[in-house]
T-cell receptor, first 115, second 110 residues
Framework: EAGVTQSPTHLIKTRGQQATLRCSPI?????VYWYQQALGLGLQFLLW???????NRGNFPPRFSGRQFPNYSSELNVNALELEDSALYLC??????????????FGAGTRLSVL | KQEVTQIPAALSVPEGENLVLNCSFT??????LQWFRQDPGKGLTSLLL?????REQTSGRLNASLDKSSGRSTLYIAASQPGDSATYLC?????????FGAGTQVVVTP
């Protein structure tokens, strides 16, 4: 069974551009989570989508946005890129809901470099 | 506001020694605590998950304890091997999200 898949593996953009990152959850999972791992800042929670709705959001500006499609895959969009957006972006998926029984499984990540 | 701290930030041991990694958190209202391994530039591999009602979990050479009242968890890795070299992250779960510590970078020398 396929795990969480993310694309692209690497993405290079220049400051001011927009980046789109994609995530396909494990089959049967309806929740998708996004995390940012920037150098020196550790892993930070970005967004949680469940059944197509945004359920929770971390402390990030509005230029970080996303959506979840009817097939439960998800996109993360970062507008007006800044140099400090350079990071590894990890996607995770779980069964529906945010409770203790729903373990998050992580993809391999997308490395975004902003020049 | 939940804060998760991992000590030490880095650790180097000779092969065969036992590893002890510490994680502390400030808010005991957690669903569970999870330990992950991350190799350079890669995603996360889940090692152990301890529900808030549990005291410990074991898998092979790995053992993790949880003391929710004091806000602490410890990951023990017995008889370390060079292949254990990686960054180890702990994360506490609240509604819908994981909050991570900064990690402990482990190097096991042959």
């Amino acid at each position: 069974e396929a795990g969480v898949t993310q694309s692209p593996t690497h993405l290079i953009k220049t400051r001011g551009q927009q980046a789109t990152l994609r995530c396909s959850p494990i089959s049967g999972h309806t929740s998708v989570y996004w995390y940012q791992q920037a150098l020196g800042l550790g892993l930070q929670f970005l967004l949680w989508y469940d059944e197509g709705e945004e359920r929770n959001r971390g402390n990030f500006p509005p230029r970080f946005s996303g959506r979840q499609f009817p097939n439960y895959s998800s996109e993360l969009n970062v507008n007006a890129l800044e140099l400090e957006d350079s990071a590894l972006y990890l996607c995770a998926s779980s069964l529906a809901g945010g409770g203790k029984e729903n373990i998050q499984y992580f993809g391999a990540g997308t490395r975004l470099s902003v020049l | 506001k939940q804060e998760v701290t991992q000590i030490p930030a880095a650790l180097s041991v000779p092969e065969g020694e036992n590893l002890v990694l510490n994680c502390s958190f400030t808010d005991s209202a957690i669903y569970n605590l999870q330990w992950f391994r991350q190799d350079p530039g890669k995603g996360l591999t889940s090692l152990l998950l301890i529900q808030s009602s549990q005291r410990e979990q074991t898998s092979g050479r790995l053992n993790a304890s949880l003391d929710k009242s004091s806000g602490r968890s410890t990951l023990y890795i017995a008889a370390s091997q060079p292949g254990d070299s990686a960054t180890y992250l702990c994360a506490v779960k609240s509604w819908g999200k994981l909050q991570f510590g900064a990690g402990t970078q482990v190097v096991v020398t042959p």
